[in-house]
Nanobody, 129 residues
Framework: PVHMVESGGDSVQAGGSLRLSCELT??????????LAWFRQSPGGEREVVAR???????TYADVVKGRFTVSRDNAKANLYLLMNDLKPEDTAMYYC?????????????????????WGQGTQVTVSS
């Protein structure tokens, strides 16, 4: 299994920014064989993909966050970040880091929660108007 720990969630006002972090706690998981994605789930809502890393290093964003959210990764590939700018009240949710092994998720092309068997505990983001 892949173990991850998220951090960085907070309460902010609309228009503010936050940077979430996802740490892969086992250095052995910091490689290109692990597919990574950010998901979020608002109260009463379904878990939805925010962004995912493609097998070629590209990043696919959900339409609702394009232009506002940016995913990055450190050179050691042990940390994944989600920089969120111009936050809106509708961004309020629990944000999760998710992982899958590349041989179980073809080319890391997964955007459903069921595509990812490994999850962090989540970090809460609350945006007030």
């Amino acid at each position: 299994p892949v173990h991850m720990v998220e951090s960085g969630g907070d309460s902010v006002q609309a228009g503010g920014s936050l940077r979430l972090s996802c740490e892969l706690t086992d250095p052995a998981d910091a490689n290109d064989n692990v597919c990574l994605a950010w998901f979020r789930q608002s109260p009463g809502g379904e878990r939805e993909v925010v962004a995912r890393l493609d097998v070629d290093g590209g990043i696919t964003y959900a339409d609702v966050v394009k232009g506002r959210f940016t995913v990055s990764r450190d050179n050691a590939k042990a940390n994944l970040y989600l920089l969120m700018n111009d936050l809106k009240p509708e961004d309020t949710a629990m944000y999760y880091c998710a992982a899958a092994l590349i041989w179980a998720l073809n080319r890391c092309e997964g955007k459903r929660p069921t595509d990812y068997p490994y999850w962090g505990q989540g970090t809460q983001v609350t945006v007030s108007s």
